[in-house]
């Protein structure tokens, strides 16, 4: 089994539909998880993180982590074409001492149609 | 102005070569990465730096070796290319390498070996 797993798509949706992507890890040892987005041909660029369970909302975004289950979510409400990209899960792990490093999922490919 | 950039963006070569990619970040950042992302999107981390000191070196064959030459710069030089280092490498500076540091990405160099 894979640290972490991600849903990976492709999702495609119509403008202004609610968005939920999904991720599952296996290891409680993971602190922080984020969200990354990459656009086609372009480098991953961090969207959002948090630390705690709970929901961390961000404009139309919200990240939702949930301890317990070792699931992490991603809701985008009111999608736009312009949201249509991979959406990546990281999470870090201590990798000895203070240094940390990133353990990304799959990727889902999202697409919004107009 | 470019926060990392990859040098260069195209690489196409024979199987058996040898080949770098260069990397430099203009954010003051003191740690430094290479992921490697396989054509299933899937992005994992290669190495990490600290202030010009390896951190992180995951199970990556010795044809692949790292030098950071300066905090700025970390570059990634591939001997003996293989069919299977076909791939896009990517980039990343942090400030640090704390557990709740935001990476960010170059552009990524895309390496085909035929």
């Known amino acids: 089994q894979k640290e972490v797993e991600q849903d990976p798509g492709p999702l495609s949706v119509p403008e202004g539909a609610i968005v939920s992507l999904n991720c599952t890890y296996s290891n409680s040892a993971f602190q922080y998880f984020m969200w990354y987005r990459q656009y086609s041909r372009k480098g991953p660029e961090l969207l959002m993180y948090?630390?705690?369970?709970g929901n961390k909302e961000d404009g139309r975004f919200t990240a939702q982590v949930d301890k317990s289950s070792k699931y992490i979510s991603l809701f985008i409400r009111d999608s736009q074409p312009s949201d249509s990209a991979t959406y990546l899960c990281a999470m870090t792990l201590n990798s000895g001492g203070s240094n940390y490093k990133l353990t990304f999922g799959k990727g889902t490919l999202l697409t919004v149609n107009p | 102005d470019t926060a990392v950039s990859q040098t260069p963006k195209y690489l196409v070569t024979q199987m058996g070569n040898d080949k770098s990619i260069k990397c430099e970040q203009n954010?003051?950042?003191?740690?430094m990465y290479w992921y490697k992302q396989d054509s299933k999107k899937f992005l994992k981390i290669m190495f990490s730096y600290n202030n010009k000191e390896l951190i992180i070196n995951e199970t990556v064959p010795n044809r692949f070796s790292p030098k950071s030459p300066d905090k700025a710069h970390l570059n990634l030089h591939i001997n003996s290319l293989e069919l299977g280092d076909s791939a896009v490498y990517f980039c990343?500076?942090?400030?640090?390498?704390?557990?709740?540091?935001?990476?960010?990405f170059g552009p990524g160099t895309r390496l085909l070996v035929l």
């Open positions: 954010l003051g950042h003191d740690t």
């Open positions: 948090t630390y705690s369970s």
């Open positions: 990343a500076s942090s400030q640090d390498q704390g557990r709740m540091e935001t990476q960010y």
